[in-house]
């Protein structure tokens, strides 16, 4: 696994470089905005990004929760099972497909429960009760600053579009709020420091994950009230432009799968550190037998080793 | 289910009486607020016109910060002599605690509103253009969703260090639709423009789905150690 990283780097480093090039060069001018909307290809795949990372750090927050009782395990489990199965059949269903906003396809709706169920069991698969925690943690922080990255090049697009750097529009406020969640979500991590964090952050991972359909209703029917500029106003995208815009996503997805990589190992080791800190603190020097758990505690590990594990 | 209620009337009825003879919560509250009210009323110098149309989301406002005084010692007193670890190995449930926890903080949020709301009639000459009655269902609900969140977010930050100040910081993010919604259907009665039902129903969702997730999470967070 080790010897994949560099090679993952390099690979994401080839990826970014050649989309950037599509992006900035090979990528047709839009005919009213001009240059300006080739922050697209930088502003879209971030924030899918950060959606996607969003989501799993819910799943892993889920699985987190739900590890903790077997009775609960069996709930959720056909929570989960249930909602895959009528996500994929209701979009079919006549009367729910008049209900979908226009563009989005109904297979589309069925791939993502489906997803979500496959990937909430590939999760718990996968991951032991303290990796998912440390999951949890990496996906959130990463998720924020791609999140990050969507609301700072969102405005920078609007200003000389739209004519206003920001408008209370539906995205962009769900946007916010969910950016304004996982702060919170990480504001709650950094200041509690006890051994009970995970399960309290998980909690709130399941909260923040309620309340995100009900904010979409609130500003859903807030601002059909109140007319705003929207974007795009439908039309078709040039499929050239869907071309370099998935590429582009593609490499971002790399990325932010290194980055969480890093992360990852980098939480894990931190972990351990304090586990070996807190043991010795405990023991004493005698208390430790000298070969045995000494040459395993990671308080000797060399710098070099300091990689993903 | 005799049990379960008979632990919810004690607890609520201890801190009833505890609340009662100090008034510490309820009295903080009280001028808390009316600070806010009189202090909003020189930042923005309304018309009755612009009242209408402002007044819902400073009465809320209002509300929500004064709440955050009460929730804020809600637990804190069961800390001061081991109450919570108690109740933690004792066998009784752990939502029946947390109903009795959640229905101490609506009486008082809600005597609070009782109290305030003529005076923001009067300061702001308030007078409702459109149903008043459904004010009260708006005050009942979003009171609720205020209260049901925040007494389990002040268990979630006890454990946590400057505890006072997380409290809003991990309820106020989770609160904007009940917020939105609250305000919204202020709004709406007050000018008399459009109907509030939606910003009901979307409330009582709220309540329904939160109240849920409360009690189905709460035990975990008492029983976190």
């Given at each position: 696994?080790?010897?994949?990283?560099?090679?993952?780097?390099?690979?994401?480093?080839?990826?970014?470089?050649?989309?950037?090039?599509?992006?900035?060069?090979?990528?047709?001018?839009?005919?009213?905005?001009?240059?300006?909307?080739?922050?697209?290809?930088?502003?879209?795949?971030?924030?899918?990004?950060?959606?996607?990372?969003?989501?799993?750090?819910?799943?892993?927050?889920?699985?987190?929760?739900?590890?903790?009782?077997?009775?609960?395990?069996?709930?959720?489990?056909?929570?989960?099972?249930?909602?895959?199965?009528?996500?994929?059949?209701?979009?079919?269903?006549?009367?729910?497909?008049?209900?979908?906003?226009?563009?989005?396809?109904?297979?589309?709706?069925?791939?993502?429960?489906?997803?979500?169920?496959?990937?909430?069991?590939?999760?718990?698969?996968?991951?032991?009760?303290?990796?998912?925690?440390?999951?949890?943690?990496?996906?959130?922080?990463?998720?924020?600053?791609?999140?990050?990255?969507?609301?700072?090049?969102?405005?920078?697009?609007?200003?000389?579009?739209?004519?206003?750097?920001?408008?209370?529009?539906?995205?962009?406020?769900?946007?916010?709020?969910?950016?304004?969640?996982?702060?919170?979500?990480?504001?709650?991590?950094?200041?509690?420091?006890?051994?009970?964090?995970?399960?309290?952050?998980?909690?709130?991972?399941?909260?923040?994950?309620?309340?995100?359909?009900?904010?979409?209703f609130s500003?859903?029917f807030f601002?059909?009230?109140?007319?705003?500029?929207?974007?795009?106003?439908?039309?078709?995208?040039?499929?050239?432009?869907?071309?370099?815009?998935?590429?582009?996503?593609?490499?971002?997805?790399?990325?932010?799968?290194?980055?969480?990589?890093?992360?990852?190992?980098?939480?894990?080791?931190?972990?351990?550190?304090?586990?070996?800190?807190?043991?010795?603190?405990?023991?004493?020097?005698?208390?430790?037998?000298?070969?045995?758990?000494?040459?395993?505690?990671?308080?000797?590990?060399?710098?070099?080793?300091?990689?993903?594990? | 289910?005799?049990?379960?209620?008979?632990?919810?009337?004690?607890?609520?009825?201890?801190?009833?009486?505890?609340?009662?003879?100090?008034?510490?919560?309820?009295?903080?509250?009280?001028?808390?607020?009316?600070?806010?009210?009189?202090?909003?009323?020189?930042?923005?110098?309304?018309?009755?016109?612009?009242?209408?149309?402002?007044?819902?989301?400073?009465?809320?406002?209002?509300?929500?910060?004064?709440?955050?005084?009460?929730?804020?010692?809600?637990?804190?007193?069961?800390?001061?002599?081991?109450?919570?670890?108690?109740?933690?190995?004792?066998?009784?449930?752990?939502?029946?605690?947390?109903?009795?926890?959640?229905?101490?903080?609506?009486?008082?949020?809600?005597?609070?509103?009782?109290?305030?709301?003529?005076?923001?009639?009067?300061?702001?000459?308030?007078?409702?253009?459109?149903?008043?009655?459904?004010?009260?269902?708006?005050?009942?609900?979003?009171?609720?969703?205020?209260?049901?969140?925040?007494?389990?977010?002040?268990?979630?930050?006890?454990?946590?260090?400057?505890?006072?100040?997380?409290?809003?910081?991990?309820?106020?993010?989770?609160?904007?639709?009940?917020?939105?919604s609250?305000?919204e259907a202020?709004?709406v009665?007050?000018?008399?423009?459009g109907s509030a039902r939606f910003w009901i129903v979307l409330?009582?969702?709220?309540?329904?789905?939160?109240?849920?997730?409360?009690?189905?999470?709460?035990?975990?967070?008492?029983?976190?150690?």
């Amino acid at each position: 696994m080790k010897k994949a990283f560099p090679i993952l780097a390099v690979l994401t480093a080839l990826l970014l470089a050649y989309g950037t090039y599509q992006a900035l060069v090979v990528a047709p001018t839009e005919r009213t905005m001009g240059d300006v909307q080739r922050i697209f290809y930088y502003h879209v795949p971030s924030a899918w990004t950060a959606f996607l990372l969003f989501s799993l750090n819910f799943l892993a927050s889920l699985q987190y929760l739900s590890g903790a009782k077997p009775s609960a395990k069996r709930v959720i489990n056909w929570a989960v099972i249930a909602i895959a199965v009528v996500g994929a059949i209701a979009p079919y269903i006549p009367m729910v497909q008049k209900q979908l906003p226009e563009g989005l396809y109904p297979s589309s709706v069925a791939t993502t429960a489906i997803m979500i169920a496959v990937l909430y069991f590939l999760i718990g698969k996968f991951f032991t009760e303290r990796s998912l925690d440390v999951l949890a943690v990496t996906t959130a922080e990463v998720g924020v600053v791609f999140c990050s990255i969507v609301l700072i090049t969102g405005p920078l697009w609007a200003r000389p579009v739209w004519g206003i750097w920001w408008t209370w529009d539906l995205r962009l406020t769900l946007t916010l709020v969910l950016w304004l969640i996982y702060v919170s979500y990480l504001v709650l991590r950094r200041f509690s420091d006890s051994a009970q964090t995970p399960k309290l952050a998980a909690v709130l991972a399941i909260f923040g994950a309620l309340d995100v359909p009900l904010v979409y209703f609130s500003i859903w029917f807030f601002r059909t009230q109140h007319p705003q500029p929207v974007i795009g106003g439908g039309g078709s995208i040039d499929p050239r432009m869907l071309h370099i815009l998935l590429l582009n996503w593609l490499a971002f997805s790399c990325l932010a799968f290194l980055v969480c990589w890093l992360r990852y190992g980098l939480e894990i080791m931190q972990r351990d550190v304090h586990e070996a800190q807190a043991l010795e603190a405990l023991l004493g020097d005698e208390g430790l037998p000298q070969t045995s758990a000494r040459g395993r505690s990671p308080l000797n590990k060399t710098p070099s080793r300091m990689g993903p594990a | 289910m005799s049990l379960l209620r008979s632990i919810t009337a004690a607890t609520l009825a201890k801190d009833i009486r505890l609340e009662w003879r100090s008034r510490d919560a309820i009295n903080s509250m009280l001028f808390f607020s009316l600070l806010v009210v009189v202090i909003f009323s020189f930042a923005f110098d309304p018309n009755a016109e612009e009242s209408r149309e402002i007044a819902g989301g400073l009465i809320w406002v209002a509300f929500l910060f004064a709440a955050v005084v009460a929730l804020n010692q809600t637990w804190a007193r069961e800390l001061r002599n081991q109450v919570l670890d108690a109740y933690r190995v004792s066998p009784a449930p752990a939502t029946a605690l947390f109903v009795a926890k959640a229905l101490g903080n609506f009486l008082l949020v809600s005597l609070l509103e009782a109290l305030m709301a003529p005076l923001f009639m009067i300061f702001y000459n308030l007078r409702p253009l459109g149903p008043a009655w459904q004010l009260i269902p708006v005050a009942i609900l979003g009171t609720w969703a205020l209260v049901v969140n925040g007494t389990f977010v002040a268990a979630m930050s006890l454990r946590t260090r400057s505890r006072e100040i997380m409290l809003p910081l991990l309820l106020f993010p989770i609160s904007i639709p009940a917020i939105q919604s609250m305000v919204e259907a202020t709004r709406v009665v007050l000018s008399g423009d459009g109907s509030a039902r939606f910003w009901i129903v979307l409330l009582l969702t709220y309540d329904v789905v939160f109240t849920t997730a409360c009690l189905a999470l709460f035990e975990t967070i008492l029983q976190a150690e």
